[in-house]
């Protein structure tokens, strides 16, 4: 049963499982990890992106991530989430996967999409993935879930300080998320809760921004690493800095420590390398996903280097 949604506030008597752009619903459907009745959300006014008279922007939830990569508004001062938006799935996927479904997605881990394996996120009691293959696990272990949280449009959020309109409250990104300790759930929204805006701050004038994902193919993969960068530069030197990284978390990160290096020093190669090596400290990779300390260290490192030359 199929429910469509036309108010919002009408979520509150609703029952089901909470559909936009249906990207990801429909392929947990097929596979038979998800059943039962959907709320679909597609016709509600949460759409358009918009500079707000103290220069935030405001982009609906059901805003395309086509329509996010490809505004002039977005390109111009967000660069770092325009890139993101622009280098992940594929044309196909970008044109009909939503800004809020891209952040509010389930883990792709092989142990939760496939029916008869055990998963903290199907309601079992252990991590199947932990004791079995992991090779792309996490390598910052918070117990529980060993997979990475796939959404790449959180690490350019997060790299900007933005926040969260639901219809219940206004949280920063990171809240959506948490520390990565509550195993059983892909983000902290309440049930029958919609993310309706994002906000991000006022645009910063000749920002330099990159974002990079490792893969092991050319292109429609799910990223080994990713990472996104913006780096405000005056007289040669880093005065503000935000780095968000997927894949090597079960939740987004931002990498505070690396910007702690950056900021307030020169902005040239030998500041980029030395923040690098900071990228990885305080990792606990599982024996299976220890390569991609590496990993992480070196696509933080191009990233910011392609930011740099921008």
Sequence with gaps: MITVLKNAADIKDANGEIRAGGTDLHDRYRLGVSEGPIIDIHKLNFGGIETLKNGSLKIGANVTIDEVGQSP?????????????????????????????SLLQKTRCAYFRHPDLQCTKKGDAACGGREGIHANGVIFDNGGCAHPHPSTLATALLAYDATLVTTDREIPVADLYGDGSIHDRDHLLNTNEILTHVILPPAVDGEKTAYFRSISRFEAEWPIVECSVRLVIVNDHITAAGIGVGGVANVPIRLEAVETVLIGQKANPETLQKSAQVASEGAMPLPQSAWKVDVMENTLLHTLELALAE
């Design 73 to 101: 508004v977005v390109q111009t001062g967000y660069g770092a989430l325009a890139k993101a938006a622009n280098g992940l799935a594929t044309p196909q996927i970008r044109w009909a996967a939503s800004l809020g479904g």
